[in-house]
């Protein structure tokens, strides 16, 4: 697994600079402030600090990202790489979650003790301008999901995404599920609606240079029966 890792960074990278020799290299870094971190309906950790950074050449991205609760204890770090061909993503992500303190670092990649979980995405947007509907695939397919008899998962999610404006705020109504049993990532036996949300951004003009993106979300997970409300800000 370790080579594996190495090799997909390398490739990444030659993939990178390949793509900088056709189209300028662009770098984006920002931080989010949230009431709670909640993702993918599922409720993570309570008020956290989020920062990521990404490098984008021609058609390829490279990013990192990550989440700290405000205790210190819960955190994140997810690595993605990103296709984006068209109207299509595609997306590899080393997601990895741990506890500050675990027995069990970060450079353990055995299938059955690693607290990562590697994740391939593919994503498209409809070509239309008034209906730039989102549906994206997320599967799991190696790391810490496992069945009860210790058989990789493949948990699976699914996601409908559809931004618009609307009094001068930017939305998005999000409707996401998993389309057969995934019990060990997002806790449902079957066919299941985790992820029924909806969220407001406002740009927030705080100097004549400066604005301070604000932004909330609430968030109903049928499957659970549970709801979340998150409010926040983003620096960048």
Known sequence: MKILIYLLFFLSVCFVLKAEEKEGPALRFSGDFVSSYIWRGLYMSPASIQPSI???????????????????????????????????????????????????????????????????????????????????????????????????????YVELTYPFTFKNTEWEAVCGFTPYKAEMQYETSGFAFTNLALRATRELRLTSSFTLPLFAELAVNPALEDVHFVIGFTLR
């Open 54 to 156: 990404e490098f984008e050449a021609g058609k390829f991205t490279i990013g990192a990202w990550g989440s700290v609760d405000f205790n210190g204890e819960d955190k994140e770090v997810d690595l993605t790489l990103s296709y984006a061909p068209g109207n299509f993503v595609f997306t590899l992500t080393d997601m990895w979650w741990s506890t500050q303190g675990s027995d069990i670092k970060y450079f353990n990649y055995n299938s059955h003790e690693t607290e990562h979980t590697f994740e391939g995405s593919v994503a498209y947007t409809l070509p239309c301008e008034r209906f730039p509907l989102t549906l994206s695939w997320n599967t799991i397919f190696a790391g810490m999901d496992k069945k009860a008899n210790g058989k990789q998962a493949f948990a699976s």
